[in-house]
């Protein structure tokens, strides 16, 4: 059979990863700030007022027209975002188009995809979309694992979409932007409309640097959008369409604080672990994830800061009600979101000062001067598998599939404290391993793996070990909790995997970390 | 057409168990069919253990088909087995080697504050019981498990007494009313189980029964553990027996009382302040103080209600009981803490005990501490509140 990876390195994490990729060849991963790009930014075509309307109504009649306008052809890449989440509509009206108009080779750029794109698998499948660059929830992932896809899919954390943007790595063609407000300029936000979303941090880059912007928007309001969270002067066509997703789905709702008791050990047990480490101080930083177990961090974080009258300075990350119930009451001054889960977030980033949208250049780009990753004291994340090294996956399971995406989950391992809360096992598959199946973390970042059968600290985190010492939390080494997960799942056995890479995973640099096989049937 | 035994679960929502549908057959050889959840990680020690499973009774011939979602071996053992069962006569028992290491003797003065109860056919709810530190885990045979699928739970449950971790836990279950829970009771007993609950139980001759078993059982098992007893009061003439109940047995360590069913038949309905069953209560309390045994308060059903569990454990530890079922993790702190003593009553039994020392050491008959007399039962109470205060580790 003909391989599409002839030539593979060996990575700085002793990672076998292709040389080129998708045809490009591409840098392996050298270490934790060890390689430097050099050259300068992808630049922009120059554009000319006089190209343009003077009355700024850049409107056409429909997508089709869009897309055409835009000049869609053969081979081109495409970008869309997933402010929608898995109510987006966008994406598929956009490659249904390309197949009416027998467009192939596309390659689909987005943010992220959801199992609302299971629609776009028959594209892959008849060749109008060659391959996938974006992290794949669900469907899609299973389909490429299966090496389905044409092309190599291509994993990147927000921050790393955005440097590979910038850098040129990724040149788009025609970025198309939903968005939940606009006017015919193309100025938008997502605060506004039945489709209100919040903000469009993860479009940013597509707006800078595509070669065509479209903003697509289902509420147009006269000019001026205000705010404009996406400038019109970067947009090149605006339309008009009657829905842009499903409002439902867009802002499923605040997934519930978890009620499974194992969870809520977790979750105490990590909170318990930031007090005892004295990092629960006033003017502190901190971010937590939307799943049940992360929220319910935050509400014993809630409850600790209450007993101790202690402030934070910001918390980062997403942004629900809990978060928003916190900015509400004066425990933390500013929220510095990157994405809106909920109707009481949309609200509050509308109405409140202090609830500041973000984008991944201000919160994750590793290829600017710096970025606010670091300035996080402590940073809450979760992870399929997590390594004797500490080392951790997000991405794949145990069995190999490709199932979740890297959303910001590397950009903030560069956080002061870096904390897993994982279960030792998930129905009989064990989460610490001897080694990861894919590589998505380096240990060197990660600090604490929580689990509900103890605690590990990174050797490394001295100054955690010695804050913690007598705290009577359950510490045990990583070693420790990987045999008691074989202890009582079984050893596992290794799956067996073919040759084929059917994608590859990139390091927040743009170099690449790991490359994920196909699985065997 | 042979007959196909069928035990455990799988689909939907179902979680660390598996469903094992297995048939005889004249010839052909053993032909297993693996559709697992976690194949790629354990396909090839599944189908290992189902052959030994089979090899180990006998089976040369037969269509076995195992759905997996992630069951770990004891429940997998426990699976197969329940289905040879239900096809041939046996009374082999296939037996993984226990898995907990050190496990210690039975201990009858134990804090039992607070135990869980956990469904004993359901193997996903038992892997964590342990981690929330209840004082014990039952695995409840009675109730929690329909009428058909008693056969198939109790070797879950001896399995899992064998083979997992409770973290301490005191290993308990629950067995069916007697004469159902004696077979429970010799299935289990030489298993590393360290208390029976015996439930709606009306006079002590039911308690004599399970011991006369469980005391073969062992005996048959070449065991020299012990097993207690913590009988379930759960009916107008068990009250009435209460006393004879507490005194059954030397292993009756402890004595519950069931409100759900008890209030049932009274013929009165079950509220949150409980009058309807004070009596019931306190006469369980008296007979369980007057056999020097732990009277045991019934569970409290609103799990999300953890202000009416605080009051119902306050008035709990008012009457004198030393413990509670839980049905949920989330009730085991609130019940906990409800039994610990506050600073002022630790301090207050430190003194009385200091004052009895030093009364002891010069001699003196009569113990006072300021203006008050100490005699026997207060220095008793005191003790009691320095072991508790040890358990918090308030000292």
């Not at chain 1, 059968?453 to 705290?471: F, H, T, W």
């Not at chain 2, 008035?315 to 079922?325: C, D, K």
């Amino acid at each position: 059979m003909k391989s599409k990876h002839r030539e593979l390195i060996k990575n700085a994490a002793g990672r076998s990863v292709p040389a080129k990729v998708n045809g490009v060849p591409v840098i392996p991963y050298k270490g934790v700030g060890k390689y430097r790009p050099e050259g300068r930014k992808h630049g922009p075509r120059i554009a000319s007022a006089v190209d343009f309307p003077i009355d700024g109504d850049k409107r056409v009649e429909n997508l089709k027209e869009a897309l055409v306008k835009a000049g869609l052809k053969d081979g081109m890449t495409i970008s869309t975002h997933h402010h929608f989440r898995n109510g987006d509509y966008l994406a598929n009206m956009i490659f249904d188009i390309a197949k009416n108009m027998g467009i192939k080779g596309l390659r689909w750029f987005p943010s992220a995809s959801f199992p609302c794109h299971e629609h776009l698998i028959q594209y892959l499948e008849d060749g109008t979309i060659h391959h996938i660059e974006g992290s794949m929830n669900g469907p899609l992932g299973k389909f490429v694992s299966e090496g389905r896809m044409k092309g190599t899919a291509v994993l990147r954390s927000h921050g790393g979409r955005y440097q590979a943007v910038q850098d040129g790595e990724v040149g788009i063609d025609i970025a198309v932007i939903g968005a939940p407000t606009a006017d015919p300029f193309g100025n938008a936000n997502g605060l506004y409309g039945d489709s209100a979303c919040g903000l469009l941090g993860f479009a940013l880059a597509d707006s800078q640097y595509a070669d065509k912007v479209i903003v697509v928007t289902d509420n147009m309001v006269e000019f001026p959008c205000i705010p404009w969270q996406i400038q019109g002067n970067n947009v090149d066509i605006t339309v008009e369409v009657e829905k842009l997703g499903d409002p439902d789905e867009i802002i499923s709702g605040t997934t519930r604080i978890t009620r499974s008791p194992d969870r809520l050990l977790l979750a105490e047990l990590t909170a318990r672990f930031c007090d005892a480490a004295g990092i629960i101080k006033d003017g502190f930083s901190f971010q937590s994830g939307a799943g049940g177990t992360s929220l319910a961090v935050g509400e014993y974080f809630r409850q600790i800061m209450r007993k101790r009258g202690v402030k934070a300075r910001f918390a980062r990350g997403g942004s629900n009600k809990y978060l928003v119930s916190m900015l509400e009451e004066g425990l933390v001054e500013y929220i510095l979101d990157g994405q809106t889960f909920d109707l009481d977030g949309v609200k509050s980033m509308a109405d409140n000062p202090r609830h500041v949208w973000t984008s991944p250049f201000t919160s994750y780009n590793y290829h600017g001067k710096g970025n606010f990753a670091g300035m996080v004291d402590v940073v809450i994340l979760g992870a399929t598998e997590v390594d004797v090294d500490f080392n951790a996956n997000v991405v794949t399971h145990s069995d190999g599939y490709l199932l979740h995406g890297l959303g910001g989950w590397q950009n903030c391992l560069f956080s002061k404290t870096v904390i897993l809360p994982v279960p030792l096992f998930r129905d009989r598959i064990p989460v610490v391993r001897d080694r990861v199946t894919t590589l998505c973390g380096p240990g060197e970042l990660i600090d604490v793996v929580v689990t509900e059968r103890g605690i590990a600290i990174n050797p490394k985190r001295e100054d955690l070990i010695s804050a913690v010492k007598g705290s009577g939390l359950p510490l045990k080494t990583i070693d420790e909790l990987k045999d008691e997960a074989e202890r009582i799942c079984g050893t596992p056995e290794i799956p067996a995997f073919d040759d084929e890479i059917v994608a590859v995973i990139n390091w927040v640099d743009g170099t690449v970390i790991d490359a994920v096989r196909k699985v065997s049937k | 057409m042979e007959k196909t035994g069928i035990a455990g679960n799988s689909g939907g929502k179902v979680r660390s168990d598996c469903k094992v549908l297995l048939t005889l057959a004249e010839q052909g050889g053993i032909r297993t069919e693996l559709k697992s959840k976690v194949g790629a990680l354990y396909g090839e020690s599944i189908e290992n253990l189902v052959q030994d499973i089979l090899r180990f009774f006998g089976i040369r011939h037969a269509a076995v088909i195992v759905e997996d979602s992630g069951a770990l071996p004891h429940v997998i053992a426990a699976r197969v087995e329940a289905a040879i069962k239900q096809v041939m006569e046996t009374t082999k028992e296939f037996l993984l080697p226990f898995s907990v290491e050190d496990l210690p003797n039975a201990e009858s003065g134990r804090f039992r504050l607070s135990r869980l109860y956990i469904p004993g056919n359901t193997p996903s709810m038992m892997i964590n019981a342990g981690i929330h530190e209840p004082d014990g885990v039952i695995l409840d045979l009675e109730d929690a498990v329909a009428p058909d699928r008693k056969d198939e739970a109790r070797l879950l449950v001896r399995n899992a007494l064998r083979n997992i971790n409770f973290y301490g836990a005191e290993r308990m279950v629950r067995i069916n009313q007697p004469p159902l829970g004696l077979e429970d009771a010799a299935i289990v007993a030489p298993h590393g189980v360290e208390l029976l609950l015996i439930p709606k139980c009306e006079e002590a001759g039911q308690v004599q029964e399970v011991e006369k078993v469980v005391r073969a059982s062992l005996e048959k098992a070449g065991s020299v553990r012990e097993i207690f007893f913590m009988p379930i009061i759960e009916s107008a003439l068990g009250v009435e027996n209460a006393w004879q109940i507490a005194m059954s047995s030397k292993y009756v360590v402890a004595m519950a009382v069931g409100l759900e069913d008890l209030t049932a038949d009274l013929g009165v309905s079950r509220t949150e302040e409980g009058r309807e069953s004070f009596y019931a209560r306190t006469r369980i309390v008296n007979a369980c103080k007057a056999a020097g045994i732990q009277p045991i308060d019934s569970v409290y059903s609103d799990v999300a209600n953890m202000d009416g569990l605080l009051e119902n454990v306050n008035a709990s530890v008012a009457l004198g009981f030393e413990g509670m079922g839980c049905i949920h993790p989330g009730q085991i702190r609130v019940i906990t803490e409800g039994f610990r003593p506050s600073e002022e009553e630790v301090d207050k039994a430190k003194q009385i005990i200091e004052a009895f020392k030093e009364a002891r050491k010069r001699g003196l008959g009569v113990v006072a501490l300021g203006s008050k007399m100490i005699d026997a039962p207060v220095v008793k109470r005191a003790e009691r509140t320095l072991i508790l205060a040890n358990k918090f580790k308030m000292i």
